[in-house]
């Protein structure tokens, strides 16, 4: 990270309010200092003073605070401006800076030079993010324990493991000579069976927490007036969505987000399945088959007085959890209940009252899985349940290569595991890989 140019970027979140915060970071923040604020800090020691611009006129009368690298967030020198909230009093601030040699931050240029300079592993420079975006309680407590280093460390465990076993592997294969078979003594297999287990068991809180960070996307489908915008609105406590007795009020896709136990759902309302001659309809309907592809799970809504729900208007969705949602059950005077029929499950409730609502916000916890979101979960990107799946199935292929006695294709598997667990905390990262994680990054993160 030698010769890196200074960089500055509005830390607090823009337009009004109590205070602005400008970050600095690199070899010129010092300089950028004693001109701005006429000083150095004392490090970690919070100042009170004028702020200047690169002409000695007073900006604002704040607080600066100086991080002397390596002890700082990015691993150089960092100077903090706290300036009064507003737009004027930040890009005044900013322009100085820019004025005397410092350059705009990137999104997530901070963060990423944090990664850089070892002040971070990538798990922990993304839960920087995910706490930021967190969109419930539970989500920010397991992006806290993923920036305190506990996925780091489960992984980094996991991969000390991979490679000890590779070496033992490969120390028995230039050693083939010896009489004693150190893979016929079954401490090889053990060990590559409690790998497996170790993975499989982070590989469950991973996916549990991507529902937590990205949310469950659930679409509510079936035919014209089934009541599929009245369900939305029901699950989301608010009229988001237009309900009339017209058939086909709805013709483009509206999504809304709620929580359920700390669960973020992603609901979406689609168009009425039908044949139709209009062609803005046409379209909602095309695009309500996009949502259906993309969904976790589905409501297949219907009316209580249609007596069952036609599941032929639905194609291709063998993978994913259908509920069917009995509807309008205030016409026919039956009792909200969780029923099986033909082995999915039916919700029988009335959107309209929110009558039998508890029903299905429970069927999709359970579907979520996450009946004990605890302090187990780790929050988790989909590029880390990809790497996980990854060096599962190069285990898998090591247990096979090791019951073939093919100790080259073995050690080979072990690599290649090592490998994709290394990419999780960036151990084994490319600059493709960094530029887009670092790219959705706040500018001052």
């Keep these: 990270m030698d010769n890196q140019p200074t960089i500055c970027a509005l830390a607090s979140a823009i337009g009004q309010g109590g205070i602005s915060v400008v970050r600095i970071s690199g070899a010129a923040a010092g300089t950028i200092a004693k001109q701005m604020f006429g000083q150095i800090p004392k490090p970690r020691y919070a100042h009170y003073g004028w702020f200047m611009d690169e002409n000695g006129t007073q900006i604002d009368k704040g607080i600066a605070l100086f991080f002397p690298a390596p002890h700082s967030f990015t691993g150089e020198d960092v100077l903090e401006l706290q300036g009064h909230g507003g737009l004027q009093v930040a890009r005044l601030l900013l322009d100085a800076a820019l004025a005397l040699g410092a350059t705009a931050a990137e999104p997530g240029e901070f963060s990423k030079r944090g990664f850089l300079n070892g002040k971070m592993d990538l798990l922990q420079a993304e839960a920087v993010a995910d706490i930021i975006d967190a969109s419930s309680q539970q989500s920010a407590r397991s992006a806290l324990r993923s920036l305190s280093g506990e996925f780091s460390a489960q992984v980094s465990a996991l991969t000390k493991a991979l490679i000890e076993l590779r070496v033992f592997v490969e120390a028995t294969i230039d050693f083939a ?201 780790l929050l988790a990107r989909k590029r880390h349940i990809i790497a996980l799946q990854s060096a599962l199935s190069s285990v898998d292929s090591a247990l096979t290569q090791l019951d073939a006695d093919a100790c080259e294709l073995l050690a080979q598997d072990l690599h290649h595991a090592a490998q994709d667990l290394g990419q999780i905390t960036g151990e084994f990262s490319s600059d493709d890989l960094l530029g887009e994680i670092f790219s959705s990054f706040c500018i001052g993160k």
């Design 177 to 377: 000579d010896e009489e004693i078979d150190f893979l016929a003594s079954g401490e090889v297999e053990n060990k590559l069976g409690k790998i497996k287990q170790d993975i499989q068991t982070i590989l469950v809180s991973a996916e549990q927490g991507a529902i937590l960070r990205d949310g469950l996307n659930i679409a509510i489908v079936g035919k014209p007036n089934a009541g599929k915008s009245s369900l939305l609105n029901a699950l989301t406590k608010q009229p988001s969505a237009i309900v009339t007795d017209i058939a086909g009020t709805t013709r483009d896709v509206l999504k809304e987000t709620v929580n359920i136990n700390g669960m973020p759902l992603n609901i979406i309302d689609t168009a009425g399945l039908r044949a139709s001659e209009d062609k803005i309809e046409q379209e909602g309907i095309k695009r309500a088959h996009s949502e259906i592809e993309q969904a976790d799970a589905l409501l297949l809504v219907f009316d209580a007085q249609d007596g069952a729900a036609d599941l032929s208007i639905l194609t291709s969705v063998d993978d994913k959890a259908i509920v069917l949602v009995k509807n309008k059950i205030d016409l026919t005077g039956e009792p909200a209940v969780a029923t099986v029929v033909d082995g999915k499950t039916q919700i029988s409730l009335c959107a309209k009252n929110a009558q039998g609502i508890d029903l299905l916000q429970q069927k999709l916890v359970d579907i979520a899985g996450l009946n004990a979101v605890g302090e187990g979960v």
